[in-house]
């Protein structure tokens, strides 16, 4: 079973930041990552597939990099409504799929 | 626009049966090639995926939970059912239904219900 492992696990920034955020997998996934984000009481919603690829509605604010094992979300400029949890998860050598433990992005 | 709809018990005894529907609307499940399947998250913690069924009616689970887990297809009513078997408190989590494209990422989700186990 791949795991995830994620970076910090919370991220304390003010509104304009940049965030910056990593998962980093066990073995390598090439690029089969994806990023979601998590808001309380909220189902998660897809933000990024295949490492890199915006899902369809989400900013450009939002991008993606990263290949092999190490992988980051960045987050150009925080918008008050980004802040919540993130999680990564990986659709390499399945199942089962997995989640990282997630990072929260709070107000400073 | 596809939505998805979890149903189901709030609150099942230990030792039984957890069973959830979803109801998919704006779209079908026999549609290829899809998979739906569930996802669980306990209060505060993270994500396990449960498992999935394809379209086609195969099924795929996660090894952690495969003895207990039943996953399955009514598309005459597109809709899709979780059941776990002999549920401990570790079961108590809100259960999210999900389509899954073959890619494998989850995308749309249903707003999750907490199913509770406890006596």
């Known amino acids: 079973e791949i795991v995830l492992t994620q970076s910090p696990v919370t991220l304390s920034l003010s509104p304009g930041e940049r965030a910056t955020l990593s998962c980093r997998a066990s073995?390598?996934?090439?690029?089969?990552l994806g990023w979601y984000q998590q808001k309380p009481g909220q189902a998660p919603r897809l933000l990024i597939y295949?490492?890199?690829n915006r899902a369809t509605g989400i900013p450009a604010r939002f991008s993606g990099s990263g290949s092999g094992t190490d992988f980051t979300l960045t987050i150009s400029s925080l918008e008050p409504e980004d802040f919540a949890v993130y999680y990564c998860?990986?659709?390499?050598?399945?199942?089962?799929?997995?989640f990282g433990p997630g990072t929260k992005v709070e107000v400073k | 626009q596809l939505q998805l709809q979890e149903s189901g018990p709030g609150l099942v005894k230990p030792s039984e049966t957890l069973s959830l529907t979803c109801t998919v609307s704006g779209g079908s499940i026999s549609t290829s090639p899809y998979y739906w399947g569930w996802i669980r998250q306990p209060p505060g913690k993270g994500l396990e995926w449960i498992g999935s069924v394809y379209y086609s009616g195969s099924t795929y689970y996660n090894p952690s939970l495969k003895s207990r887990v039943t996953i399955s297809a009514d598309r005459s009513k597109n809709q899709f059912s979780l059941n776990l078997s002999s549920v401990t408190a570790a079961d108590t989590a809100v259960y999210y239904c999900t389509k899954r494209a073959p890619a494998g990422w989850f995308d749309p989700w249903g707003q999750g219900t907490l199913v509770t186990v406890s006596s």
């Open positions: 295949d490492a890199s």
């Open positions: 998860q990986h659709r390499s050598n399945w199942p089962p799929f997995t």
């Open positions: 073995q390598s996934i090439s690029s089969y």
